[in-house]
């Protein structure tokens, strides 16, 4: 990108923010910023907490820190998140919510970027909301409101754009939900659960004919399906066409942000599960596949499937399903063979002749010893 284009990074050096390259510089800003004996204090506080809401807390306790630690560890991350948005600033309206604002860098990258609009920005970490004030009014920003609140607690009012990056993760009902190896879209409906009252939480805050921006930490997997039929079944249309994967680092670790928009609708909405297979534009000719784009091969060829020729779970002693082999024929076509390899590690969904399903077996069978020899207990599937 052309530097004068990049508004993410002349609004980072506006800011005095500077991404730092790892940990070590990063603790060198701070000792910079605020003295050898609060940096030392705050790396060793942040590293150690492991209550998330207390961690914003004390990462917050001034301007310095808040703007200082979150710059060098986040800078990569608001520069691209910036910058997208700079991109797609007509999907933002008069009035935007920005839920789970932290220190303010993104709600106020908002403020200055869209004159016009009014942002009202919340958290509900108390410092969080002191320092993102602080940081308006040295930008001498006057179309931002900030509350320190919950989402959960905020009133009826509803907004053009509601914005949130980053805060998902925070909102997760159930966390203990362990792999399954079950059909793609019965683990992205598991997942979609764990945050399905947050979803309507947001969604319930957009305006009929509003957009919904939500910037997140993710992958393809089945956690962001979820949340992708979340959204829909709240009414919310999500815009393909905006979809944007942003590969940022953070303190030397590559990371990706998803970012997604989409309009709340009255009729019907848009398919996901259609936009979902768009991402992954597999070869025609292609007949193994790995990951996820595996897992949704064997998602779409379920209807075509027969009945399943051999099968076999793994489970710990705990009896925790760890893996899963399983081969079927299809309905319609004896010439060839669909055979699934998952473990908490990888997933292989290959298509094959069906005469190869005598060596197919015969490896099964190997690694079914292998299994059981390491400890692990093999359940023969019934189909
Ligand atoms: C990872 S930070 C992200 C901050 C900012 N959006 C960004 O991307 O830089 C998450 C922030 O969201 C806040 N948060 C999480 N869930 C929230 C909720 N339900 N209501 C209000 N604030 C929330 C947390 O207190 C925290 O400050």
Known sequence: MEKEKDMGLRYLMELGIRPARDKKSMYTQLKKQLGQREADRLMEQVWQESDVQRLYDVKNESYEKGITFSGAYDGDIYRKACNWIARNQDVFGETILDVGCDCGIMSCFLAKLLPDSHITAIDRTENAVKVARQLA??????????????????????????????????????????????????????????????????????????????????EKNPMFLGWLFDLHENGLALHWQRYAELCCTAVGKQTILQAITAVKKDAEADNVYAFWCSLFPMAADSWLFTGWEGETVLQNLLPQLGSMLSGYQFHTKDGDICGKYAVWKFENRGDAIVYYQGSTEKTTVGIYAASLLPEIQRQIKQLCDTCQKQGLVVRKIMD
């Open 137 to 218: 009014e040295t930008l001498q920003l006057h179309n931002i409101s900030f509350l320190h609140a919950d989402l959960a607690a905020l009133g009826e009012q509803t907004y053009d754009t509601v914005f949130s990056m980053r805060t998902v993760h925070e909102n997760i009902a159930n966390r203990d939900i362990q792999p399954s190896f079950a059909p793609l879209l019965e683990q992205a409906q598991l997942y979609g659960n764990t945050v399905a009252d947050y979803g309507q939480l947001l969604a319930g805050k957009v305006k009929a004919g509003g957009t919904l921006v939500s910037i997140e930490r993710g």
